[in-house]
Structures are given as C-alpha cells and as structure tokens.
C-alpha cells in the first residue's frame, strides 16, 4: 500500500497529539497549601524515586488556591490546610468522586526565633512583654483560625489584639518570625520541626485541646486530565514512606493526643 502525502501528513499530526497526550498523562499539578511546603518537596523526592512522572507543584494559602480552582486554575490534586474548602468543591461538584483523603493532622507552635524568648509554659504571652505577634489571616489560613481558638482558650484575645500582625499565609507568617519582624508567632510545627527536633530559636507546641483539630484534606479535581495518576498519589500520601516523613515534620495520621 502506497501511503500518499496527505496521509503522511494525517499520520505525523496525528503522531504529534499522541505523543502530547503521552506527555500531559505522565504529569500532575498539585495546589498545596503553603504549610505543607517542606514536607511536600520531600514527598515530591520521593515519589519520583519510583515514578516517571513530573510533578508540578503551586504553594499558597487554602483560600487563595480553593478561588483559583473554582475559577478554573488547571490543577488536577488540592491539598487543602482544612476540610472545609475540599467539601465546598465536593458540593460544588469539583472533585472526582469519592477522592477526599484526610492527609494529615497538623499541629499549632508558638515560635520565636530567639533561644530563649519561650519558655515550656508560654509565660511571654501572659506577661505581654513582646512587641509583635504574627499569625496567619484566619478568613484565609485553618491555622490562623487555630491561633484565635488558641488565644480564645487562653483568656488573651483581646489582651493581645493589639499586637498582631498577620500574614497573608502560614508561610508568610513564619517569615515575619524568621526575620525577627514579630518577636513571636503562631506558625505550624511543621514549619519549625524536623526529625523530632525543634530546627531553630524556641517553642511551645499548643496543647490540641486548646484548638479545633487541624484536619487538611485532599481531592482529585474533576477537571484531571490524568485522574489515574492523581489517584495513584494519593494512595502514595498513605504508605508507610510518606507517613514516616510527615512524623519527621510533625504531623499526625489521627487526632493529636
């Protein structure tokens, strides 16, 4: 059989769009909420241990992310800091069914990048002798909210209103702290945590009675154009080798005790 040219052509074209489809089903965008950063870029390592996959990765505050889903961003997986913002897109019919995976537990530090600002009982938070305190916006950040049950719990709302300087993220948060532009802050352990060890300065870890449980949720969006491969990394999120490396920066796989 005589292939003609407009054939060839057909055929190269048609090569070209299998050979993209090939290209866009062995890779995934992930919109994760920014306290997860470093724990994610070690997962994304090790994931791609054992995967031939590219893994494209977008940080920011839960709010932010869960807007630019509803408005069509292009991502194919969103972990969330909540739950709220995942069943909001489940109602929305948003995700693929059936996709919700409560990934993580995270867990609430006060933080001061001093040695010695905070001690074991917090006692720089009643005396009031700081200037600045961070924490993240809680109409956008799960852990902004966890700092307000936090203050709520502990008599200092109000006392401490006036202090406050908030970060658009939890991220941004920690850098306020980092940079010693707030003498403390309310950050996530994850932030400050590594291998058991507190990384730098000084901390209280906030006793989880004093706030709602930090749940952080993930969907596969239904908008995936590779919904295998979404569901596969999810079940990753629950092998022994990821949970061992969300305990190396703090989180827990059940409530906190």
């Given at each position: 059989?005589v292939?003609?040219?407009?054939?060839?052509?057909?055929?190269?074209?048609?090569?070209?769009?299998?050979?993209?489809?090939?290209?866009?089903?062995?890779?995934?965008?992930?919109?994760?909420?920014s306290?997860?950063n470093?724990?994610?870029?070690?997962?994304?390592?090790a994931?791609?241990?054992?995967?031939?996959?590219?893994?494209r990765?977008?940080?920011?505050?839960?709010?932010?992310?869960?807007?630019q889903?509803v408005?069509g961003?292009?991502?194919?997986?969103?972990?969330?800091?909540?739950?709220?913002?995942?069943?909001?897109?489940?109602?929305?019919?948003?995700?693929?069914?059936?996709?919700?995976?409560?990934?993580?537990?995270?867990?609430?530090?006060?933080?001061?990048?001093?040695?010695d600002a905070?001690?074991?009982?917090?006692?720089?938070?009643?005396?009031?002798q700081?200037?600045?305190?961070?924490?993240?916006?809680?109409?956008?950040?799960?852990?902004?909210?966890?700092?307000?049950?936090?203050?709520?719990?502990?008599?200092?709302?109000?006392?401490?209103?006036?202090?406050w300087?908030?970060?658009?993220?939890?991220?941004?948060?920690?850098?306020f702290?980092?940079?010693?532009n707030?003498?403390?802050?309310?950050?996530?352990?994850?932030?400050?945590?590594?291998?058991?060890?507190?990384?730098?300065?000084?901390?209280?870890i906030?006793?989880?009675?004093?706030?709602?449980?930090?749940?952080?949720?993930?969907?596969?969006?239904?908008?995936?154009?590779?919904?295998?491969?979404?569901?596969?990394?999810?079940?990753?999120?629950?092998?022994?080798?990821?949970?061992s490396?969300?305990?190396?920066?703090?989180?827990?796989?059940?409530?906190?005790?």
């Amino acid at each position: 059989m005589v292939i003609k040219p407009l054939q060839m052509r057909y055929l190269a074209v048609l090569f070209t769009l299998c050979f993209i489809n090939s290209i866009k089903a062995e890779s995934l965008t992930i919109a994760v909420a920014s306290n997860f950063n470093l724990a994610m870029q070690q997962l994304v390592d090790a994931y791609k241990q054992t995967n031939d996959i590219e893994l494209r990765v977008s940080y920011g505050s839960s709010g932010k992310l869960y807007a630019q889903i509803v408005n069509g961003a292009p991502f194919d997986i969103f972990l969330s800091a909540d739950q709220h913002k995942p069943q909001t897109l489940i109602d929305q019919q948003l995700t693929e069914p059936n996709s919700r995976l409560t990934y993580a537990y995270g867990a609430l530090a006060l933080w001061s990048a001093s040695a010695d600002a905070i001690d074991a009982n917090a006692n720089i938070l009643f005396s009031g002798q700081y200037n600045k305190l961070a924490l993240a916006n809680p109409n956008l950040a799960p852990y902004g909210l966890a700092t307000l049950d936090t203050l709520e719990s502990l008599g200092l709302l109000d006392a401490s209103r006036s202090h406050w300087v908030q970060g658009e993220n939890i991220s941004q948060t920690y850098q306020f702290v980092a940079t010693k532009n707030a003498d403390i802050g309310f950050v996530a352990l994850s932030q400050i945590k590594y291998q058991g060890k507190l990384s730098n300065g000084s901390a209280w870890i906030v006793p989880s009675a004093l706030h709602r449980p930090i749940k952080q949720d993930g969907v596969v969006l239904a908008r995936s154009n590779n919904k295998k491969g979404a569901s596969h990394f999810m079940r990753f999120l629950q092998s022994p080798e990821a949970l061992s490396i969300l305990r190396d920066f703090g989180y827990q796989q059940g409530p906190a005790s």
